[in-house]
Nanobody, 121 residues
Framework: QVQLVESGGGLVQAGGSLRLSCAAS????????MGWFRQAPGKEREFVAA????????YYADSVKGRFTISRDNAKNTVYLQMNSLKPEDTAVYYC??????????????WGQGTQVTVSS
């Protein structure tokens, strides 16, 4: 199982930006599909974005398309989520996830502990 550690969460005003990072322990990181998910209080966990092992393919939820960008640096075993034009409804705990399968799913194999993102209005 891949060990994942997220960082970069915090409190930001609506319209602001944050960049989340997720560092992976696995030396074969570059073979994993990586994803970001979030869970707001009282809601189900939902998909946010994902990126293929080669970074050749990215996936986004409709709610974040055009505002969030996922990227990865395989040399640093790190995946990023750049979040711009943040809205109060983006407030949630954000989780990084990894899976050896080529397509992201809600049942990713490894999960981080989560990082809180709070957007004030």
């Amino acid at each position: 199982q891949v060990q994942l550690v997220e960082s970069g969460g915090g409190l930001v005003q609506a319209g602001g930006s944050l960049r989340l990072s997720c560092a992976a322990s696995e030396r074969t990181f570059n073979s994993y599909t990586m994803g970001w998910f979030r869970q707001a209080p009282g809601k189900e966990r939902e998909f946010v974005a994902a990126i293929s092992w080669s970074a050749g393919k990215t996936y986004y939820a409709d709610s974040v398309k055009g505002r969030f960008t996922i990227s990865r640096d395989n040399a640093k075993n790190t995946v990023y989520l750049q979040m711009n034009s943040l809205k109060p409804e983006d407030t949630a705990v954000y989780y990084c996830a990894a899976d050896a399968r080529p397509v992201p799913t809600m049942k990713m194999g490894s999960w981080g502990q989560g990082t809180q993102v709070t957007v004030s209005s």
